[in-house]
């Protein structure tokens, strides 16, 4: 089953000391492209994203946004700078004798003072929080794989319904190529006919510029290579395997027979339908692009 490129999943998990919020979203891209946005102290969680992203996900560019809450005070510790708030007061103590002044020391006026409390967190243990992520993570990947599963089902459904529609066009350029040989050679026998006013018509000469007209106009080849290439779009579609720069390559073998065949035509008929074939190849084209 094929997978797109694009998807979106958030994840959430929580202990007794950590909370942790995951999203994960993708975007098409050639190669697997990782990037992660984690918060300061929590830079250790980067590596582990990836390589955990990276075993579910070959082709995009892929976002990881993660959140730690710490519950509680997480072994922060709340500490007085003495010997600052000592030189405070002595400061204010010399201004109260210095000038006419009434000073009042109180806390919240000792609370505003810059850098008298300092707060200083305990380190994160890597592991502790790591086991909180990962289930964050887990669950983000899960909607996150489900979301590029969905939509690579209807990918796959789009690209069978233009594979048969396509193969429709195939099917009528082949029961139409020796109408219009056939028709050639009506068309020159009457030329023919018409030069020569009542002598014999040279019927070798007639078959061989039908002849060459037929090998000149023959889209054979052509037809049975876009047949072969179908039946392959086919069994890629359900190989498990990401299969997206196989599709790639095969939609330009595609296209590259049906312009062949839009070359050698000779008809209307058959130019209006490698039209549209090219148009069913564009939209096949441009959904590849989407699969992983």
Known sequence: MIHSMTGFGRGEAS???Y????????????????????????LFLEDKLKSMLAAHVSRGK??????????????AQVKCNEPLLTAYVDCFAAL?????????????????????FQVQKQSA?????????S???????????????????????????NRALILDHV???????????????????????????????????LLAEAAMFADKTAVDEETVRLRAHMSQLANFLEETAPVGRKLDFLVQEINRESNTIGSKAQDIEIALRVVEMKSLVEKMREQVQNIE
């Open 15 to 17: 202990d007794e000391r």
């Open 19 to 42: 909370c942790v919020t995951c999203e994960i979203k993708s975007v098409n891209h050639r190669y697997f492209e990782f990037s992660a946005k984690v918060p300061r102290g929590f």
């Open 62 to 75: 892929v976002e990881c946004y993660v959140q730690v809450e710490t519950i509680g005070t997480g072994g």
């Open 96 to 116: 109260e004798q210095k000038y006419p002044l009434e000073l009042e020391l109180r806390l919240p006026e000792l609370l505003r003072l810059p850098d008298v």
């Open 125 to 133: 243990n890597e592991d502790e929080v790591w086991v909180v992520a």
């Open 135 to 161: 289930k964050a993570v887990a669950s983000a990947l899960d909607q996150f794989v489900a979301m590029r599963r969905t939509e690579g089902e209807h990918l796959a459904a789009d690209l069978l319904a």
């Open 171 to 205: 099917a009528f350029v082949e029961a139409r190529s020796p109408v219009i040989v056939a028709r050639y050679a009506e068309k020159i026998r009457a030329r023919m006919t018409e030069i020569l006013d009542g002598y014999p018509i040279d019927e070798q000469r």
